[in-house]
Structure formats: C-alpha cells, structure tokens
Nanobody, 124 residues
C-alpha cells in the first residue's frame, strides 16, 4: 500500500485546511488510518485516527474539537479537516495505515505504511 498525503500549505491563525491521504496499490477500507505530525526538533506525535470500519475516531487532546478525520472508501482516501488552527499546529503531517483489521491507533509502531508528509504552516 502506498500513501500520498496532500493539502498542506500556509494558513493564518484561526483558518482552516483539509489534508488528504490517498491510497494506491491496495485498499484502505480494511485498515485503520492515522494522522501524525512532527514539528522541528520534536518527536512525531499522534493527531487523529479512524478505525478500519469508520465507526470510531480518535483524537489527541491538543486537536479535539478542532480537527475531524473522515474516510471515503469509494475514493480510497482519508481526510483531516483542520479548523481554528494556531501556530502550535505547524508541522509536517504524515498519514499512515495499519495492517488489516488492526485495532490499535496511537503509536507510530501501530502503523505499517506511511506517506511522505505534507507541510502545514500556521502564521500568527
């Protein structure tokens, strides 16, 4: 499975951005998909995840209420809608997919496939 993350860019504080994670070479429909982010000089951290069934979503405390993860299995794509962004959201955002039917989501090691990352920069 190959993942392509896109949609990053420069946005002002309080603005919105939607990231996309498109899968190819295999279906994402039976895999959980997560978004992680990595700011300069910091470790990669969990931001959000959606279960393989799409019925459950999970968020880091820092993004709860502002970010929404969703999936469109017909398009083999997962989205991260980012609202009310602030400078602390500035990072490279990576999407990742688990092995089939996995039910663990929060750790980097839970994911078998990674996209290349897309830069999000929030200006103050």
């Amino acid at each position: 499975v190959q993942l392509q993350a896109s949609g990053g860019g420069l946005v002002q504080t309080g603005g919105s951005l939607r990231l996309s994670c498109a899968g190819s070479g295999g279906t994402l429909s039976r895999r959980a998909v997560g978004w992680f982010r990595q700011a300069p000089g910091k470790e990669r951290e969990f931001a959000a995840a959606i279960s393989w069934s799409g019925s459950h979503t999970y968020y880091a405390d820092s993004v709860t209420g502002r970010f929404t993860i969703s999936r469109d299995n017909a398009k083999n794509t997962v989205y991260l809608q980012m609202n009310s962004v602030n400078p602390e959201d500035t990072a490279v955002y990576y999407c990742a997919a688990t092995d089939l039917y996995s039910n663990t989501y929060y750790r980097v090691s839970d994911y078998a496939y990674w996209g290349q990352g897309t830069q999000v920069t929030v200006s103050s």
